[in-house]
């Protein structure tokens, strides 16, 4: 049965940082790609980063470029997102999410696997 779980979701002020963590019950999590989406009420999910499986390549979404860093450790079977100079317009359940292959993608509809999420709260 394949799981995703976050945790490090929490309020904190416009320009503070959260670490938000991905533990995957998944087989061969070093060979998915791995990446974060984030939803805010009334809003479409929207692809947020991305890290690929074995040659760490990332990717993000330009409203997040200089402030979020994905990371992860295939040894744990987790994916990290960093987040720092937090927004208000950051807040949104975020949700991590694996797909089968390597290779990174900005859709989520390549993503076979999602976690349940966890609330980010910016305040200003």
């Known amino acids: 049965q394949v799981q995703l779980v976050e945790s490090g979701g929490g309020l904190v002020q416009a320009g503070g940082s959260l670490r938000l963590s991905c533990v995957a019950s998944?087989?061969?999590?070093?060979?998915?790609?791995m990446a974060w989406f984030r939803q805010a009420p009334g809003k479409e999910r929207e692809f947020v980063a991305a890290?690929?499986?074995?040659?760490?390549?990332?990717s993000y979404a330009d409203s997040v470029k200089g402030r979020f860093t994905i990371s992860r450790d295939n040894a744990k079977n987790t994916v990290f997102l960093q987040m720092n100079s937090l927004k208000p317009e950051d807040t949104a359940v975020y949700y991590c999410?694996?797909?089968?292959?390597?290779?990174?993608?900005?859709?989520?509809?390549?993503?076979?696997?999602w976690g349940q999420g966890t609330q980010v709260t910016v305040s200003s």
């Open positions: 998944v087989r061969a999590f070093s060979s998915r790609a």
């Open positions: 890290i690929s499986g074995t040659m760490y390549t990332t």
């Open positions: 999410a694996a797909r089968a292959f390597q290779l990174t993608n900005a859709r989520a509809e390549a993503y076979d696997y």
